[in-house]
């Protein structure tokens, strides 16, 4: 085994000193030798730049393998002829899961998000320490069984598998003739076992490294100590790379350095500021077009946070000027596997919840449930939710199977019974087994063939049990068929321009670069989130990798000033470790440019366009020593105006004038809104013609098109509704109805028949009654599926009753009435008005009568709120106008006087607060209602949002118009309503 190892101030210095040699060497006899000759790189961008300079060397490398460290290792595994199986991330995070849940109570964040938990492992393990032994004493039995599962499904982490390569590599012949390993720095410390490997396994083998830096010399020296103490002292590369950065990254300390940059610029930096990402990603095309047609312009870097809106706006932007490029970045596209109701059917084996089923049932493309109508299921099931206030598909079930009250209960409880879900917890083979059945059943055949394929991993642990919800997780992270992809334009690896990651950057050479994106949170990183480690464990782990660090280095052979890790050992990088690894890099990347750098941010983001977005560590600092001063919001907004000028100089974005054409039918619509000497026409909410048949609405539908006249046409005329309530939880509404069910026993009997009035002591106690069996019933559900009744359940139960006695109390203190009768209903419903008839339907709470016939009859309608009892002046608003029209229906049913009362918890019944002659004072009112029924014309009222309140959405794109427009145009367009505000 011949090693020779190089170091150089910067990766490109090699490439001309070393690499280029070394590849003119091995390309003569590569194809020839029976060993394998490789190049070891620690990324694909970088093998696309070293086969870029070996053609332009006009080199033919037939017989030469570029390798990342993933495809050594397998290599490896190969020629070693180990039984390693190194899984992928998503089988590890199931094994640590389940590990978790098997070490008890306080692992539970662990199970429920492993991956914190699992990144510990790696960076403890990559160091060559055992975390079972040396993490945080909370979490080592986690690990302990971790180690466990692992071992029995016959898998490996990836340091342990590195390690037993490196310990089988000297018993092994040779597996390379030549190796060359370039690109790698003490970022790839978790890589170092594997490295040292693969020069073990080679004859000749030659590393390229990098000299330490000022703002990483412990990490830097580390690492090139240790290669030095295992592999023999480094020559010193000789050759320089003019770089019009390497004094400039250097910070003026003393005032007159200051003064000497601010009178004198860098002119080899260019700073760009867009307003947001789109105007910043002009400026970074504009400023690649400039480098590009430079005569020094021969490789031109951009390089971005990582793949996100800019990055994609780039490539864009140069595709659709034709630039060729080689887009690294790239950017996701969904495969054949990705649709919605994939992610909504695992929500729903996760939580067999009703939201949970009927975003399912949205997402699929068949329609209905069971056989059922899908629309008409999702109303049914609602309703019984409300009705119960449990959404638990099983006790939904069993409720409709015990108490089928509708006609669709039986079939929606099959229904809910034979929906297939996976058991709470089973052996994996179970799991696997009957997730196939039920993709297949759903007509996922394609899915659940790759989930088999998957599932083969398994083979060592079929009889692991596992919990659904670490399955599930497991299925969403496996089952994916996301890609990557980029224009035509942007794929051309061996282009002079390239799209890169900061990371992907610094073993390159480069004349030009453009450091994009460069604002507060972007570039650098933000130190890691520990995610589910609390404070605790997070303070313990970094002292942990203190000392274990201090630990694994020791003095090299060479003496003193000679610092290597332990055999065995290696750096644990944890998260500042790596920001500083980061900065490093930034500043060598930079620093490999020989022409001129160009640095961008943007002074908006679009998520907060609001507030400035601050410049981030490396602009501040860049433009600091480039300029001498430090960057405030008034040096941005320069920027930024600077840029802007610049950009319409380029005469590269100029705006063709709008074809204004398609939009003039929308600017005749904007204008009529706001016409307010105009009545409400066909753009707000009015037909052009009457409709035939006229309108036919609810009373309560009514009442509310006084006060939202546009949300009641667009469900009276389109049939839309507003969005905005399904995922509140309707507490004030199942107890509005289970009050109003309750009270339903005061008068319980045939439709449209009285009964007598219960004495005052029954009231109350026929009401209690019914409260009583409704929990029972509730509570004999839950029993059915081994469920317990919530205290919240019973809790809100004893709130609904507290209202409910009350209102019964109000019924029972009534002296002149004699007969009653609950839940009298209307169905369509024909109230004469002068003209015409409006027609209603509805149901009316209470009635009392002084008879068993309708002829004097005390309207009651019950509210579980507060609310102020009826009024003349306030009907006019539309407040209380269902009760009034509720009123003129009973009168047109034959009833000869009338009164109404609003009755709320303890407040009295001693009197009707109006009756039918109060009514026929509003005669404009009514006729105004009418009016509507007939012509189709409602209009607007209303602030489109509420200021200190909730509002459900439009169903449609609705701007907001001036409330004082909108009054002139109401009283233009329904001026019976103003006649009857004025009447009252």
Known sequence: MKVSLHTSALAAQAHTAVVLPWLKKVAQSAARTPRATAVLVPLQADAYHLKARALDAGLALCGVHFLTPGELRERLIRHLGLPLRVPPREHLRLLLATAAERAGTTSGASAAAPDPLLQAIDLIGGGGWDFATVGPPKLRPVAAEF?????????????????????????????FAELLVTGFNALHWPLWPLLATAVRAAESATVCLTDPRDETQDLDAAWVGTWEETFGAAQPVAEEIASPLADLLRLPETPRERAEREAAPARAVVFLVGHDTA???????????????????????????????????????????????????????????????????????????????????????????????????????????????????????????RHPRRHRAPALAAALDAFPFLPDRAPLAEMSART????????????????????????????LAISRRTWLRWLGETLVSWRTTRAPAGAHPYSRLHLLPYAQAESQAWTHLIAAGLNEGQWPPALEDAGFLDEEEIDVLNRRLRALNASAVGQGRQGEGHVAVQPGKA????????????????????????????????????AAPERQFNPGEFFTRLYFCARGRAVAHDTMTALRHETARWLAASGLWKTPAPDLAPAQSTRRAYDARRAAGQPFGEYEFALRTPPQPPLRLAAKRWEDALAS?????????????????????????????????????????????????????????????????????????????????????????????????????????????????????????????????????????????????????????????????????????????????????????????????????????????????????????????????????FGMRGALREEYGFRRDYPLATLAIDEEILAKKWTLTHPDFASAEEEA
């Open 571 to 606: 750096f644990c990088l944890g998260p500042a470790q790596r920001r500083a690894l980061a900065t490093r890099q930034f500043l060598n990347t930079l620093e490999s440019a020989t022409v001129a750098v160009a640095v961008t941010a943007q002074l908006h983001e679009e």
């Open 709 to 937: 006249p546009a949300e009641v046409w667009l469900g009276a005329v389109l049939g839309v509704a507003a969005r905005g309530g399904d995922d509140e939880t309707p507490w004030a509404l199942a107890q509005g109805n289970w009050v109003h069910d309750w009270l339903r026993a005061i008068g319980a009997g045939p439709a449209h028949t009285f009964v007598p009035l219960p004495s005052p002591a029954e009231v109350p106690a026929r009401v209690r009654a019914a409260a009583s069996a409704f929990r029972q019933r509730v509570a004999g559900v839950l029993t059915a599926v081994r469920r317990p009744l919530p205290d919240w359940w019973v809790s809100t139960w004893e709130q609904a009753l507290g209202i409910a006695l009350p209102l019964a109390e109000s019924v029972a203190a009534v002296a002149d009435r004699t007969h009653t009768a609950a839940e009298w209903k209307f169905d369509d419903t024909a109230i004469p008005i002068a003209g015409g008839a409006l027609h209603i339907r509805g149901r009316i709470d209470l009635l009392l009568t002084t008879s068993a016939a309708l002829e004097d009859a005390w309207l009651v309608d019950f509210k579980t709120g507060q609310r102020k009892g009826l009024s003349l002046a306030n009907l006019t608003g539309g407040d209380g106008v269902q009760l009034a029209l509720y009123a003129l229906a009973l009168r047109a049913a034959g009833a000869r006087a009338v009164g109404l009362s609003l009755l709320t918890p303890g407040a009295p019944l001693d009197a009707p607060q109006l009756t039918l002659a109060g009514l026929d004072t509003l005669a404009p009112l009514w006729r105004g209602l009418w009016q509507m029924q007939e012509s189709g014309v």
């Open 147 to 175: 180690q466990r599962l692992l071992a029995s499904a016959g898998f490996a982490l990836v340091h342990d598998a590195d390690r037993a390569l490196l310990a089988a590599v000297p018993a092994a012949p040779p597996h």
């Open 436 to 463: 196939g059945a039920i993709l297949r059943e759903l007509g996922w055949t394609p899915r659940a063939e790759e989930m088999e394929r998957r599932a083969a991993d398994w083979d060592g642990a079929r009889q």
């Open 279 to 401: 105007e910043q990603a002009r400026a970074i095309v504009t400023q690649a077009l400039h480098f590009l047609a430079a005569p020094s312009g021969t490789r031109v870097g951009v390089l971005f946070p990582a793949a996100d809106a800019l990055s994609r706006q780039v490539a864009a932007l140069l595709a659709a000027q034709g630039v060729p490029h080689h887009d690294g970045l790239a950017h996701r596209a969904p495969g054949p596997l990705e649709e919605v109701s994939w992610s909504a059917w695992l929500a729903l084996q996760e939580s067999p919840r009703l939201p949970a089923l009927l975003r399912f049932l949205a997402t699929r493309t068949e329609p209905g449930f069971a056989g059922l109508d899908a629309a008409q299921v999702a109303a049914d099931l609602q309703r019984v939710y409300q009705e119960l206030l449990l959404d638990d598909l099983a006790v939904l079930a069993a409720y409709l199977a």
